[in-house]
């Protein structure tokens, strides 16, 4: 890729592997708080009602509170698991205290990394919560590797919206036709990139978008035969 000087990097799904330390998380709060939830049958039902949650909070349809409850109300709801409200609310915050303690990548991570920060100045745009988001960096040792991270909190606005690119870029000190972003979400990492000016890569580990017009990886580490 001609002219690229700076690299976003989007942090959950990504650099980041959210469904294992999900896993780790609620396992923790299962086995000390609910122990006849089997945590891989919870995790089968939970990661696409947590995907559609995040979906509606991207566009402002639900709040930050809501998305925390009703991902796991909905959850259990589809386990036909008898819980109350409070007990939903404390597993919620149970877990975004937990979650930031398990940080394992994804493979290739460091790797390209270590590849690219000679190379390129690095950065992370997130949609996640600044609190938990500057905890995953930091515990993960992936702080080093990035000049700024902007969260969607700073920026006042969510991926895709356009202006969360432009708070990230100014605040990169970048123009548009010298940045690329990398993320594992067509509709936010990519598409709203493209929509912004931006070259955008697709990290889809799970080959799931084989036929989409834009460029894809499947490992971290492909990235040295485009950068």
Known sequence: ????????????HTLWDFDANSVLAFD??????HPTIDTRVFIEIYAPINQACW?????????????RYQRLKQSFDAMNYSISDEAINQIAHDYIEYLPEN??????????????????????????????????????????????ITNSEMAGVKKPH??????ALSLAEVQKENALMVGDCIEADVRGALDF???????????????EDILVISHLTELKNIL
């Open 103 to 148: 940080n394992q990548l994804f493979d290739g991570a460091i790797d390209i990394l270590e590849y690219l920060s000679p190379k390129y100045n690095l950065h992370i745009i997130t949609n996640g919560f600044a609190a938990v988001q500057e905890k995953k960096i930091k515990n993960s040792g992936l702080a080093s590797y990035f000049k700024t």
């Open 1 to 12: 890729m001609k002219h690229i000087t700076d690299i976003f990097f989007d942090l959950d």
């Open 162 to 167: 356009r202006n969360i690119f432009e708070f």
């Open 55 to 67: 979906k509606l909070y991207q566009v402002d349809k639900i709040t930050h509170e809501e998305l």
């Open 28 to 33: 923790k709060i299962f086995k000390n708080h």
């Open 197 to 211: 000016g931006m070259q955008a890569i697709l990290f889809d580990e799970k080959k799931n978008h084989p036929t």
